[in-house]
């Protein structure tokens, strides 16, 4: 999703790293953005959902006990991705905190939510 959304999302006073996967490895690289985010227990947002089907990336979600939500549509213009982050934080703190790890959620643009099953 870039580091826009993340960065403006610490402007309003919200716990967010911008840039992670800019700064901690992506594009090719997503194995070891998927290391860093298990290793340092940071809730994974992405709208790059193919990598539950990438088996590599699949397998460094579970085997790193990663939690990540999937922002189902990745074309959102950016008011309404902030709005739809805005309107769910209370949740994505609440499974970022409780919920067992790995995990991953789809988050689709409606705020409807579903759990994937990783195994």
Do not use: C
């Not at 999302?9 to 998927?34: C, H, N």
């Not at 189902?72 to 934080?89: A, D, I, N, Y």
């Not at 703190?93 to 919920?99: A, G, K, L, P, T």
């Not at 409807?112 to 099953?117: A, L, S, T």
């Amino acid at each position: 999703m870039g580091s826009s959304i993340p960065a403006a999302l610490k402007t309003l006073g919200l716990k967010v790293i911008p840039g992670v996967k800019k700064r901690y490895g992506g594009g090719q690289d997503d194995i070891s953005y998927l290391k860093r985010a298990g290793q340092k227990r940071w809730l994974a947002i992405s709208a790059n959902k193919h990598m539950l089907d990438v088996k590599e990336e699949r397998n460094a979600i579970i085997s790193e006990k990663v939690g990540i939500v999937f922002i189902t549509e990745g074309q959102m213009h950016r008011p309404e991705l902030m709005l739809l982050l805005l309107k769910k934080w209370g949740w994505l703190e609440v499974i970022d905190r409780e919920e067992q790890r790995p995990f991953a959620f789809y988050l689709y643009p409606s705020g409807k939510i579903r759990k994937i099953e990783l195994s």
